[in-house]
C-alpha cells in the first residue's frame, strides 16, 4: 500500500522559509512524477511543483524563484524549499504521486503565512 506523509507546515511571518517533505512507504522510483499542490480556501487546488524521475522540475509561475523542489532517492522523499513567503502562499499543501495506473494524495499539510 502507498502511503505520503507530508511534514514541516506550520506558521511564518512574511519573508520567512519552510521546507515541507513528502515521505512515501515505497521507492519513489515507483513515479513518473512527484509534485506538490495546494489549496487555499474557496480556492481550488493548484499545482505548485513537480519533478519527474529524471529530476526535470516544473513551478507554477507564482512560486518561481523563490520555491524549489528536489528529490531524495535514498530516502524515498521529496521535498519543498518556501523562500520569501508571502500571505497569498497560505494554503493546504498536498504532495501527489503519479504513477501509472493511478495517481497517490498524502493527507495535507498547513501553511500559514502571516503578513
Known amino acids: 500500500q502507498v502511503r505520503l506523509v507530508e511534514s514541516g507546515g506550520g506558521l511564518v511571518q512574511a519573508g520567512g522559509s519552510l521546507r515541507l517533505s513528502c515521505a512515501a512507504s515505497?521507492?519513489?522510483?515507483?513515479?513518473?512524477?512527484m509534485g506538490w499542490y495546494r489549496q487555499a480556501p474557496g480556492k481550488q487546488r493548484e499545482l505548485v511543483a513537480a519533478i519527474s524521475s529524471t529530476g526535470v522540475t516544473n513551478y507554477a509561475d507564482s512560486v518561481k524563484g523563490r520555491f524549489t523542489i528536489s528529490r531524495d532517492n535514498t530516502k524515498n522523499t521529496v521535498y519543498l524549499q518556501m523562500n520569501s513567503l508571502k500571505p497569498e502562499d497560505t494554503a493546504v499543501y498536498y504532495c501527489?504521486?503519479?504513477?501509472?495506473?493511478?495517481?497517490?494524495w498524502g493527507q495535507g499539510t498547513q501553511v500559514t503565512v502571516s503578513s
Open positions: 501527489k504521486a503519479m504513477a501509472r495506473q493511478r495517481d497517490y
Open positions: 515505497v521507492s519513489i522510483f515507483s513515479f513518473n512524477v
